[in-house]
């Protein structure tokens, strides 16, 4: 069975910081590889979308990397902006997708 | 934005009544889910559906079941509510009839069973 990690639980930085956003998984055997964010009460945006064939895609400030065979995945994000707190979650696509616990960012002024 | 719409938005219910949840999409994709999210578990599937009348569980799938008579509409059913089914539910679909596989979410529905 897919588990999947998000490390860290939790993360503040001041403004204008890059970062780097951890997602582990269990089974290598994935299609792809999807990073969201989901603001408070509010439901997922997708970021971006890693096909298992790929090792990066970068969207503006985002660049998420994949490495299949040590079950990992990062996602950068560059000169932090406060409008980037959120929730960031991992999920991994096989036959469905399995979602990591996320990671809460603060991004403060 | 695929076009998700989830009615209704937010439901309070007691236990022991039923309860539908409706999705509906705009773009006909043929793969539609429904996740429930839930502190310290994270989001977790319920049910899927791959295409009109077939549907498959997921990990969570006890105490509800699910319906899709037409392309554009997943329905969610918790025949007898419970207190433990107090969360927010989503819908999303999938692209991949498209070969991409990416999801894309509703704006969710919360429900509290009391």
């Known amino acids: 069975k897919q588990e999947v990690t998000q490390i860290p639980a939790a993360l503040s930085v001041p403004e204008g910081e890059n970062l780097v956003l951890n997602c582990s998984f269990t089974?290598?055997?994935?299609?792809?590889l999807q990073w969201f964010r989901q603001d408070p009460g509010k439901g997922l945006t997708s970021l971006l979308l890693?096909?298992?064939?790929?090792r990066e895609q970068t969207s503006g400030r985002l660049n998420a990397s994949l490495d299949k065979s040590s079950g990992r995945s990062t996602l950068y994000i560059a000169a932090s902006q406060p409008g980037d707190s959120a929730t960031y979650l991992c999920?991994?696509?096989?036959?469905?997708?399995?979602f990591g616990p996320g990671t809460r960012l603060s991004v403060l002024p | 934005d695929a076009g998700i719409t989830q009615s209704p938005r937010h439901k309070v219910t007691e236990t022991g009544t039923p309860v539908t949840l409706r999705c509906h999409q705009t773009?006909?994709?043929?793969?539609m889910y429904w996740y429930r999210q839930d502190p310290g578990h994270g989001l977790r599937l319920i049910h899927y559906?791959?295409?009109?009348?077939?549907?498959d569980k997921g990990e969570v799938s006890d105490g509800y079941s699910v319906s899709r008579s037409k392309t554009e509409d997943f329905l969610l059913t918790l025949e007898s509510a419970t207190s433990s089914q107090t969360s927010v539910y989503f819908c999303?679909?999938?692209?991949?009839?498209?070969?991409?596989?990416?999801?894309?979410f509703g704006p969710g529905t919360r429900l509290t069973v009391l």
């Open positions: 999303a679909i999938s692209l991949r009839d498209a070969g991409g596989n990416e999801q894309f």
């Open positions: 089974d290598s055997a994935i299609y792809n």
């Open positions: 890693i096909q298992s064939s790929q």
């Open positions: 999920a991994v696509g096989g036959q469905n997708f399995v």
């Open positions: 773009e006909n994709h043929r793969y």
């Open positions: 559906s791959y295409g009109v009348k077939d549907t």
